[in-house]
Nanobody
Framework: QVQLVESGGGLVQAGDSLRLSCAASGRTFSSYVMGWFRQARGKEREFVAGINWGGSATRYEDSVKGRFTISRDNAKSMVYLQMNSLKSEDTAVYYC???????????????????WGQGTQVTVSS
């Protein structure tokens, strides 16, 4: 069983930055593909960013490319999402997720992920 706990959300103004963190339990964290998803009110959950088990491959949703950066620290069982130049449309609940398959690539489908955190709210005021 894997537990994921997100932190770092909050209320910011457009153009500001935030860094989300996700703390993972489990002895095999280093073998998981990790992803960040978000769900805005009234919308479906969408993929934001992902990173493979070794950190050699990342993938981003088009609207966040160049603004968001995903990273991981396997020694600390942590994954991060650095969000810069935030926009009002980035407002959502952000979820950390783990795909327990040891894959060299990043999957974007939420159904591929086995474990989910409880989410952290990010609100960007314009």
């Amino acid at each position: 069983q894997v537990q994921l706990v997100e932190s770092g959300g909050g209320l910011v103004q457009a153009g500001d930055s935030l860094r989300l963190s996700c703390a993972a339990s489990g002895r095999t964290f280093s073998s998981y593909v990790m992803g960040w998803f978000r769900q805005a009110r009234g919308k479906e959950r969408e993929f934001v960013a992902g990173i493979n088990w070794g950190g050699s491959a990342t993938r981003y949703e088009d609207s966040v490319k160049g603004r968001f950066t995903i990273s991981r620290d396997n020694a600390k069982s942590m994954v991060y999402l650095q969000m810069n130049s935030l926009k009002s449309e980035d407002t959502a609940v952000y979820y950390c997720a783990a795909d327990q398959r040891r894959l060299p690539i990043v999957t974007t489908a939420s159904g591929s992920y086995d474990y989910w955190g409880q989410g952290t709210q990010v609100t960007v005021s314009s």
